[in-house]
């Protein structure tokens, strides 16, 4: 048996989220049928480091998967990208210990969040979250800086999220504006993990602060009353991006 | 009667093209069917600078119409943006004098070609034209330099066209690397017009200079003996974006 890390990039526009669901073109449904092709027709299981939700898109998610017959990586690579969409390209492919395991092995996540505050571009409708209006950017920048370190996040989580367990760390989290385009602003965050929706969620107050309805210091007691409903707004899907995973210790 | 001027950005993935086709959805279809349902219901005639190609993208296309209504700017630009889906968008709106008009009176457009040298990326494959190769962007530079003023571009027009004058000429004509991604390079014509396929053309032989096939010099030649077949291959429309059309002497 031999063991794959497997990067790969999508557009999640028009795939129906992530994990695999009968009859629905999914991120891990697509993959897993061209593993289980060219692992000679063998069901292979994509095991990913995390789930993103639908429209949600990535450029570096990373799974692992076990194949019964042993390929070199960049034929493998070559192999999935000739047998996948357009929409869907694995970005790299290599062989490693049968103790990693990408989503129990220790990660760091980065997500951006995307915001256009200038006028509505239709080519950016599904990748860029079209606010269209004008956000005092210092403000969302303060508060941001609450978001640092590690906290429970139960007040930014789904209210469908069953963990028990909402502590997080967040070892990065900045507002900048493109270097292009400067009514782009780019909400990154660096962390061990984030839970469903945390991320559009936190995103959402940060608007409500940028909107000036909040002031930049109210998200610590939104943090503190971990309470779901005084987030307020999710922020749509389609700004968001899963940038990188890195693993602390490559086996 | 009045006239505006109308100016649109569009993202031209899901159009069959510029003009109007029966059956097709057009991007000047679509917004003769939003001007003339405002417009009372009579019928509209949206008159462009120039038409695009199918898959290619407007960030400032400009036309006019005549209204038997008037109507002020702004509200007709809301009018048009509700009843027109989310790949095309009116950014300006503005009354002009009946002298006026968007291909006729004097102008300048400035097209960008956008090209991937670094790894596929999924959510550019409609914008950006995946080219994924290493390209020599110094002799590129030279090459296009040599396209700067007034020639007859007859090499670099299609095949099909059958207009007798194809002297034009180039203003600004430069290659420079995204500041967000330097794999990608933009290629910003900027002329009194442009022919059919001409920038497509162009864009073709650029990149086989770039690949060092032909020298930068050569282009000259190409140039000089007004022989089509000798620009060699189209540079595919998914890459290009109409950026903004500027009327010299607005009225």
Redesign the interface.
């Known amino acids: 048996m031999t063991r794959y890390k497997i990067t790969l ?3 999640g526009s028009n795939f129906a989220g992530f994990q695999v669901q009968p009859n629905l073109r999914t991120v891990q449904g697509e993959i897993e049928r061209a593993l289980s092709y060219i692992n000679q027709q063998r069901k292979t299981t994509f095991v990913a480091a995390g789930r993103t939700d639908r429209k949600v ?1 990535a ?1 570096g998610q990373v799974g692992h998967c076990d194949f019964h017959i042993e390929i070199p990586p960049y034929k493998l690579k070559r192999a999935i ?1 000739s047998n996948t969409d ?4 694995v ?1 790299h492919v290599e062989k490693v210990d049968e103790r990693f395991h990408a989503r129990f092995s220790k990660h760091k996540k980065t997500y951006i969040y995307r915001i256009n505050l200038g ?5 950016e ?1 599904n ?1 860029i979250y079209q606010y269209n209006h004008n956000l005092d950017v210092e403000s969302m920048q303060k508060a941001i800086s609450f978001l640092l370190g590690t906290h429970d996040f139960r007040a930014f989580v789904s209210e469908n999220e069953e963990k028990e367990n909402c502590i997080r760390t967040i070892y990065q989290a900045s507002i900048t504006r ?3 385009n400067p009514n782009i602003l780019q909400i990154l965050f660096e962390g061990n993990g984030f839970l469903k929706y945390q991320i559009r969620n936190m995103v959402g107050y940060l608007i409500k602060v940028g909107e000036k309805k909040v002031s930049p210091d109210e998200i610590q007691q939104v943090l503190t009353s971990k309470d779901r409903t005084k987030a307020g707004k999710r922020a749509p899907a389609q700004g968001l ?1 899963l940038e990188k995973i890195e693993y602390v210790e490559e086996i």
Chains 1, 2 share one sequence.
């Open positions: 990039s999508y557009d898109h450029k990208n357009d929409d869907l390209y970005v006028e509505y571009q239709p080519m409708r990748y493109s270097l292009e991006c």
